[in-house]
């Protein structure tokens, strides 16, 4: 059975029931890495908004999940290329024991 927890947790000074599957440590890591962006952003920005520093970090960390993507699709597209060489020496290996 999958536990489900409620936990609270404080991101740029509000606090927040956030309800959760699985570790509860892993809500607060989580909430505790948005807390650190808009810090991050409203200390190199400037600005004041907790709605736009909001949107800024939700728009960062969307930007650090699509670079993660394309860099394990090309990762993935590398290694089924060399599978599919390593593969190939193989066959071509076994062929010419027989």
């Known amino acids: 059975m999958i536990e489900k927890s409620t936990e609270m947790v404080e991101i740029f000074g509000q606090d927040y029931k956030i309800k959760g599957v699985g ?10 890495y948005v807390d650190r962006k808009m810090r991050e952003i409203a200390h190199s920005s400037g600005i004041m908004s907790q709605s736009r520093i909001a949107i800024l970090a939700a728009l960062n960390i969307a930007d650090e999940l699509f670079q993660e993507k ?13 599978a599919a060489g390593l593969s190939d020496l193989l066959d071509s290996k ?3 024991a027989k």
């Open 70 to 82: 394309e860099k394990g699709a090309k990762n993935r597209k590398k290694f089924e290329k060399q």
């Open 94 to 96: 076994l062929g010419a």
């Open 23 to 32: 570790d509860p440590e892993y809500i607060h890591k989580i909430a505790g």
